[in-house]
DNA sequence: TTCATTTGATAACAAATGTTATCGTCTACC
DNA sequence: GGTAGACGATAACATTTGTTATCAAATGAA
C-alpha cells in the first residue's frame, strides 16, 4: 500500500517504517460513515481499494463537494487542521479497505518533515495544487452550463461518473438529479 | 504602508529594511491593465490604496474571478507560481497607489522565512487559509440561489458590493447583469 | 427466491435565468 | 459645456432548470 509513496520521500528505513507502523487498516461496507457532521476530525485516511464521498447537509438535502478513490488521502481538511466540528461528514460509496492515522502521530511526521527543505517544498506544493484545483472548480461554475461541466467531469475525472451513483454527481454539479438526467439523455441523442 | 506586517514578522531591524528595500511603489489609473493574458506573472502587487480584479475571457465574455482592496496582495497565482502563462488578466478598478516587488526578490525573503519556523508556519496558515476561501465559494454554488450568494455578499464581503460596477460582480456570483439587477429590485421591494 | 430499497428515466408543469433591446443617468474627457 | 461611452434598470420573450409525481430496472438483504 504505502510502496508508491515510498520512493517519493527520501526518508531512512528506520524513519519510513516508524511512520508506516503509525497506520491502521481497516476494511468497511459501502455507505459506512466515517466522521460524522459536528465531530471534530482525529484520523485521515488513505483509500487502499473503494471511494469516499464528502457530503453536507442543506436543509435537508444531502449534498456532496467531493469524491475519493483509491491512493487519495480523505479528511474533513478545516475541522482536522484547526480542530473545529466538521461541517460535512464523510462516508464510503462502495465496500473500501482504508489506512488510517490519527492527528497526533500525522503531526509528528510532519513536524520532521518540515524540517527537511526537500519534502517541505513538497508538502506546500500539494498545498498550492489543492487551491489551484478548487479554483479550477469555481471558474467552471462562472464560465460552463451545467451540461459543460458534466462533459468536463467526464473528460478529467472519469472515475466519478464510471462509480458514483449519479444523484450525488448531480449535487457535486450543483444541479438536480432530474437535470442530470436529462443532459444525459440529449447528449445520447447528438450522437 | 509596511508597518501593518512589521508586528507579525519577528525579523531584525536590518532584514526588515532589506526585505522592505524590494518593494516598488507605483500609482496608476483606473483600468490598467497590470498582467496580461497569456504573460508570465512576474510581480507580486500589495494595494495601499484602490482596487484590482481578476478576470479571464470566456468565449469573447469578460468574466471576472476575484476582487482585492487595500491590504491585500494581488498575482496571478498559478502563474507566478509555476511560471505558467497566465490564463487570467489583472487589472485595477480604481484609480490606485499599488507596491510590487519583483518574484526573485519574493523568492529569496520566502526561502529566508521558510527557515524559521514560526514563520513558516503562518506561511502554511495562509496557504490553508486561502484553500478554504475557495472551498467556501465553491459550496455556495452548490447550495445557494444566486439571490443568496448575493446577500452573503453583501454580509461577507460589503466593499465588494459598495465599490465594485454591477457588471463585475455579476460574473462573480455566475449570473448575467440583468438577472442580477432583478434581484436587487426584487429585495428592494421585500422591505 | 422474494421483497423492500435504491437508483435513474421521464412527463408535466412551475419557476428561475438568460438574451436582446431600449432607455435614462452619470462620468470622463476634449 | 458638450459628447461619447460606461453603467444600470426594465420589458418582452426564449430557454434553462427545478419540482413533483410516476414508473421501471437494478440491487441488496432476509
Not at 500539494?126 to 467531469?153: C, E, G, N, V, W
Request: charged content about 25%; aromatic content about 14%; some cysteine.
Amino acid at each position: 500500500m504505502f510502496n508508491q509513496f515510498r520512493n517519493k520521500f527520501p526518508l531512512t528505513e528506520e524513519k519510513w517504517n516508524e511512520y508506516v507502523g503509525y497506520f491502521n487498516r481497516i476494511e468497511v461496507s459501502a455507505k459506512t460513515t466515517l466522521l460524522e457532521e459536528g465531530e471534530i476530525s482525529k484520523k485521515l485516511f488513505i483509500i487502499e481499494k473503494g471511494c469516499i464521498r464528502v457530503w453536507f447537509n442543506n436543509n435537508g438535502k444531502d449534498l456532496t463537494s467531493q469524491f475519493f478513490f483509491e491512493n487519495q488521502s480523505v479528511a474533513s481538511i478545516e475541522s482536522f487542521m484547526k480542530k473545529f466540528p466538521s461541517p460535512v461528514v464523510v462516508e464510503t460509496i462502495e465496500p473500501s479497505v482504508l489506512w488510517w492515522i490519527h492527528k497526533e502521530n500525522l503531526d509528528i511526521i510532519i513536524e520532521e518533515i518540515k524540517e527537511n527543505p526537500e519534502l517541505r517544498d513538497r508538502l506546500i506544493d500539494m498545498l498550492f495544487q489543492r487551491t489551484f484545483d478548487y479554483m479550477k472548480h469555481f471558474f467552471s461554475f462562472i464560465k460552463d452550463s451545467p451540461a459543460q461541466r458534466y462533459l468536463s467531469l467526464i473528460q478529467e475525472k472519469p472515475q466519478i461518473v464510471q462509480r458514483v451513483p449519479q444523484h450525488y454527481i448531480a449535487s457535486y454539479l450543483g444541479i438536480s438529479t432530474v437535470h442530470l438526467s436529462r443532459i444525459k439523455s440529449k447528449l445520447l441523442q447528438n450522437k
